[in-house]
């Protein structure tokens, strides 16, 4: 009776064995992904715009600074690129309304126009309560991403600012 319990322990336990054997080579076949590393820049204009550029996809998001928000003070309009739009670093793009002033929307980089904050049309205070992240302008595939170099880093732009007053 002994001898029976050990010949089954002993078969159930090779043929666990033999199924971890066969699933070894599964893990064996496992090979981990590259590294793969995307860049993402931000950049800022002299006319408080930002752009925050993710080199894998080439996208660039188009904000406009707190800076420029507080500036503005409350939103109450905001004119927003066409989605296909072909642009041109430096070009109008846009315009922002508030209660104390209108302000001219520039196109930080060249590229076409992918995408626009449609959430603005109906709410167009998200640019003062999340300028840099709700409150994004539009999405530009960039055709020239060394167009980024002629902008300011944040300690730039910061200086920038400072040297506004």
């Known amino acids: 009776m002994i001898f029976a319990a050990i010949r089954h322990a002993s078969r159930s336990g090779s043929s666990t064995l033999r199924a971890a054997h066969r699933a070894a080579p599964a893990l064996r076949a496992f090979r981990p992904t590259p590294f793969v590393r995307t860049l993402i820049t931000k950049k800022y204009t002299e006319?408080?715009?930002?752009?925050?550029?993710?080199?894998?996809?080439?996208?660039?998001?188009?904000?406009?600074?707190?800076?420029?928000?507080?500036?503005?003070?409350?939103?109450?309009?905001?004119?927003?690129?066409?989605?296909?739009t072909e642009i041109s670093q430096g070009v109008q793009i846009g315009a922002v309304e508030s209660v104390k002033a209108a302000s001219d929307i520039f196109a930080p980089v060249s590229g076409t126009v992918e995408e626009i904050n449609e959430t603005l049309n109906d709410q167009p205070g998200l640019l003062n309560k999340s300028p840099e992240d709700k409150g994004w302008l539009c999405k530009i595939k960039v055709s020239d991403p060394a167009e980024l170099e002629k902008l300011m880093t944040e300690e730039e732009y910061k200086k920038h600012c400072e040297s506004d007053h």
């Open 47 to 84: 006319d408080h715009e930002a752009v925050i550029y993710d080199d894998q996809t080439q996208i660039g998001t188009v904000t406009i600074t707190d800076y420029a928000q507080s500036s503005l003070g409350d939103v109450v309009y905001v004119e927003l690129p066409q989605t296909g």
